[in-house]
T-cell receptor, first 113, second 113 residues
Framework: DAGITQSPRHKVTETGTPVTLRCHQT?????MYWYRQDPGHGLRLIHY???????DKGEVSDGYSVSRSKTEDFLLTLESATSSQTSVYFC????????????FGNGTRLTVT | GESVGLHLPTLSVQEGDNSIINCAYS??????FIWYKQESGKGPQFIID?????DKRQGQRVTVLLNKTVKHLSLQIAATQPGDSAVYFC????????????FGSGTQLTVLP
């Protein structure tokens, strides 16, 4: 698992509530990512970070925000969860922004009712 | 032809046989490719990668072949074992941006006894 811990592993929440997912790494990698995985879609990038307090949007960033106050932690927040955000969320890390593979955590299964 | 995201959904092979999983990509500017294995309930696991200046790369029991002429990538698994049963998907990256790492939706490999 490349030293990546995601929490919680499972979460059920109601529409309109805020949700925060946490990713913690022990590899000291500079780059961290949040993806979502849905049936019929490949992994889609939500946000990524290239350093402490440095983040940028990905392909499907609407409705999500992120924060990275420490190298090892990357938080994903759904400010007001919607049913369309029911998904499996994966955190990933990499040594460089290009030319090196991403290593993934084991995911958080989020259900918004 | 198939593009990243449109794979054969399933592939069944006998234990001990070789497996070949294919992936077509659409962008001729892609310069880095990665194969991942994903078991049920787990995150994607890095298998092997290849850069566009190579045609072939070998790992332990796995070989990746890249044919840039027809924009095709394949993963060969030698002497397939029951533990190889999983979803396999490829990813392509264009020139060093996390936003331009595109994942396919995968092929389910089932190893028959």
């Amino acid at each position: 698992d490349a030293g990546i811990t995601q929490s919680p592993r499972h979460k059920v929440t109601e529409t309109g509530t805020p949700v925060t997912l946490r990713c913690h790494q022990t590899e000291n990698h500079r780059y961290m990512y949040w993806y979502r995985q849905d049936p019929g879609h490949g992994l889609r990038l939500i946000h990524y970070s290239y350093g402490v307090k440095d983040t940028d949007k990905g392909e499907v960033s609407d409705g999500y925000s992120v924060s990275r106050s420490k190298t090892e932690d990357f938080l994903l927040t759904l400010e007001s969860a919607t049913s369309s955000q029911t998904s499996v969320y994966f955190c990933a890390i990499s040594e460089s922004i290009a030319g090196s593979p991403l290593h993934f955590g084991n995911g958080t299964r989020l259900t918004v009712t | 032809g198939e593009s990243v995201g449109l794979h054969l959904p399933t592939l069944s092979v006998q234990e001990g046989d070789n497996s070949i999983i294919n992936c077509a990509y659409s962008n001729s500017a892609s310069d880095y490719f990665i194969w991942y294995k994903q078991e049920s309930g787990k995150g994607p696991q890095f298998i092997i990668d290849i850069r566009s200046n190579m045609d072939k790369r070998q790992g332990q029991r796995v070989t990746v072949l890249l044919n840039k002429t027809v924009k095709h990538l394949s993963l060969q698994i030698a002497a397939t074992q029951p533990g190889d049963s999983a979803v396999y998907f490829c990813a392509e990256n264009i020139g060093g941006s996390a936003r331009q790492l595109t994942f396919g939706s995968g092929t389910q490999l089932t190893v028959l006894p």
